[in-house]
């Protein structure tokens, strides 16, 4: 990395970490742009600065039993993660999908500390889930299972000590179930220990929309900055979850044409391009799969995932990730490049390895790093966080308002730290820059803890 400091922190982490391939990957990720940074500060390493922020506060793990629908007793393994603290409570999301593990939980968690950082609002980066998977349970199991997850968490969460909100596999019946458990176990009404509630028990308006929003505001910011503008372009979002689909709104909004969107086992080219209304109708309401679109859409091609995504061979002008970790590897790296992609937004969390990132960034392609281009989502539950400790309410549009506001600052901080550091157009170094430098003043100003 050109810093004997920063090499020997990396080589550390690798060690000590050898069996979290998707850790290291983040923890490489943002330690590869800090040397300009740490140049300037050798007494980071005289206080062990990055060997503290490589290593969680707290990492807790725990057993959730649960009895199934036919009476069989079932046990899942719990995690949260609560990585750094610094700037305000604990804050990130709950992911139940078979996947999770202690690296994955360890990489979203270090992640979080930096998105929150970029936000400029209170809160301190951590995350959690289980390897629970909610696809073909029913509504009783779901419940029965949270309740038991939450039997354990109740006891480091709370509004002013760690705050979960959703991810993958936790929407609003989740939240809602894990809600009602810790009323019950606390016996207090404490709105702000969740976010992604219900709009009739505390929920904030526009938070089903934030993430997605939230990355098309970042893109229309950075488009803006080099001369150009989401008007007419072609775009392709891998997935069609809550982000996927209101990315697509509001690339669509602002004249856009969405012309393929995915899920796990395959993915629809639109070439009219996609019918929202459809998609919405599909993933929201009837919980099918996106092949399912066919029936919407006689001019619609189907292709099926088997060895890496389809998605990324179609030809677009901006691709949106919007799915899972590592979507982009270099072989669809370079297929996007070579069919004129233009720009990529990362609304999922890593979902662009390493050497995909180097890849994009060598071909000059303007690319939203995901920390500060997904941020939405958890903007919009701090702001869920402010209107439960004022028990007040803001308007759809109020809410929104301050998302775009968010959004609009998180790009200027991440051009403003390229910039200064003659980066030029890459924002993934300019992100992890300006997140850094918060976190790093706020961790000396506190002392070694």
């Known amino acids: ?49 990055l060997e503290r922020l490589v290593e969680p506060e707290r990492l807790i793990s725990f057993r959730v039993p ?27 999301g709950l992911r139940f999908h078979p996947s999770v593990n202690q690296s994955i939980m360890k990489f979203l968690g270090f992640e979080q500390i930096f998105k929150n950082a970029l936000t400029c609002l209170p809160i301190g980066g951590g995350k959690g889930g289980s390897d629970f998977d909610p696809k073909g349970k029913s509504d009783d199991e779901i419940m029965r299972f949270c309740q038991s997850f939450m039997n354990e968490l109740q006891r480091h969460i709370g509004a002013d000590v760690d705050v ?3 991810d993958i596999g936790v929407g609003a019946r989740e939240i809602g179930y894990l809600f009602g458990q810790y009323r019950k176990i606390k016996n207090i009404y404490e ?16 938070r089903k929309e934030a993430t997605g929003f939230g990355l098309i505001y970042f893109m229309r910011e950075m488009l803006k900055a080099n001369g150009t503008s989401l008007q007419g372009k072609t775009v392709i979002i891998s997935g069609s979850g809550n982000v996927a689909i209101y990315a697509c709104q509001k690339a669509q909004e602002y004249g856009a044409k969405v012309v393929a969107m995915s899920d796990s086992n ?10 929202l209304d459809a998609i ?16 919407y859409d006689s001019t619609a091609e189907y292709m099926e995932t088997v060895d890496r995504p389809r998605i990324w061979d179609i030809k677009a002008d901006i691709a949106l990730p919007c799915a899972t970790q590592n979507d982009i590897d270099i072989v669809s790296a370079k297929k996007l490049v070579e069919n004129g992609i233009m720009a990529i937004g990362e609304g999922a969390n890593m979902p662009t390895t390493n050497e995909a990132i180097q890849y994009f960034l060598s071909q000059n392609i303007l690319l939203a790093p995901a920390k500060a281009a997904n941020a939405g989502g958890v903007a919009t539950s701090a702001l869920e966080m402010s209107q439960n400790s004022m028990r007040f309410f803001w ?51 506190q002392g070694v803890i």
């Open 66 to 92: 649960w009895i199934d629908d036919k009476g069989q007793v079932q046990v899942n393994r719990g995690y949260r993660v609560q990585f750094n603290g610094v700037l305000g409570p604990y804050k990130g």
């Open 395 to 445: 308007t759809f549009d109020e809410v929104n308002e301050k998302l775009d506001r968010i959004m609009t600052n998180i790009f200027n901080q991440c051009q403003k730290a390229a910039q200064e550091y003659n980066m030029g157009t890459n924002y993934v170094a300019g992100a992890n820059i300006a997140a850094f430098r918060k976190i790093a003043k706020a961790m000396r100003s």
């Open 1 to 49: 990395m050109g810093n004997a400091y920063l090499d020997k922190v990396l080589n550390e982490v690798e060690k000590k970490n050898s069996q979290e391939p998707e850790f290291v990957q983040a923890v490489y990720e943002v330690l590869s742009s800090l040397k300009a940074v740490v140049d300037k500060h050798p007494d980071y390493e005289k206080m062990a600065l």
């Open 266 to 275: 395959g993915c629809v080219y639109a070439p009219n391009g996609i019918n």
């Open 164 to 166: 979960p909100a959703g």
């Open 280 to 295: 919405k109708e599909i993933k929201e309401e009837k919980r099918g799969r996106i092949k399912d679109y066919l029936n």
């Open 191 to 206: 709105a702000g220990v969740l976010t992604g509630k219900g709009l009739d028990y505390g929920g904030s308006l526009a």
